[in-house]
């Protein structure tokens, strides 16, 4: 399709193992972000990747969360030994940035992360 | 520091009622104000957006409102339908920084 895909849409795992969740923007898109979304609540930024540039890791709330963008494309976030805290959507962006403006950015359905 | 203050929190309304959202930023150099809003279950979707060379957009229904000297725009959403019903995100941003608000549910009853 033509939007943003995340998957896995729903992925339950249990406390202290790893997960990845893959993001496959819109093809063209130049930037890339994820946030986590608690339920009922904001959009918390982790991580923003802009083109060949070093990511802006600003928003990671913790050592055990990484993540990567091969080629330009396609991202994963991964989370090491996971806590319950950690349950959330993860939502992943992406948009066309020109340097000169602003475009918006558009969004995937997300990767409900739930840890028992 | 928040750059992106949004208010209400939650907002009921009556179907064909207005339903206003507000949001108030600070830094100068953003360029560009977008709203989102979205369904459960869903990512945010773009909504309308405005940039700051123009004071009023409106698209359908949705009307942003900007007031660049206050630093604060709003969302209004005329004649509110049940369909309505989500949550809705204002934004700021200029090409280095893209800031979001805390959200509004907004429920239009019947």
């Known amino acids: 399709g033509a939007g943003v895909s995340q998957s896995p849409s729903n992925k339950v795992t249990e406390k202290g193992k790893d997960v990845e969740l893959r993001c496959d923007p819109i093809?063209?898109?130049?930037?890339l972000y994820w946030y986590r979304q608690s339920l009922g609540q904001g959009l918390e930024f982790l991580i923003y990747f802009q083109g060949n540039s070093a990511p802006d890791k600003s928003g990671l709330p913790s050592d055990r969360f990484s993540a990567e963008r091969t080629g330009g494309s396609v991202s994963t976030l991964t989370i090491q030994r996971t806590q319950q805290e950690d349950s959330a959507v993860y939502l992943c962006a992406s948009s066309l940035v020109t340097g000169i403006s602003n475009q918006p950015q558009h969004f995937g359905d997300g990767t409900r992360l739930s840890i028992l | 520091q928040q750059q992106v203050k949004q208010s209400p929190q939650s907002l009921i309304v009556q179907k064909g009622g207005i339903s206003i959202i507000n949001c108030a930023y600070e830094?100068?150099?953003?360029?560009?104000f977008p709203w989102y809003q979205q369904f459960p279950g869903k990512g945010p979707a773009l909504l309308i957006a405005?940039?700051?060379?123009?004071s009023e957009k409106k698209e359908g229904r949705f009307t942003i409102s900007f007031n660049k000297s206050a630093k604060q725009f709003s969302l209004h959403i005329m004649d509110s339908q049940p369909g309505d019903s989500a949550t809705y995100f204002c934004?700021?941003?200029?090409?280095?920084?893209?800031?979001f608000g805390t959200g509004t549910s907004l429920t239009v009853i019947p």
């Open positions: 934004a700021a941003s200029n090409p280095n920084q893209f800031y």
């Open positions: 093809s063209g898109h130049t930037a």
């Open positions: 405005i940039r700051p060379d123009v």
């Open positions: 830094n100068t150099a953003f360029d560009y």
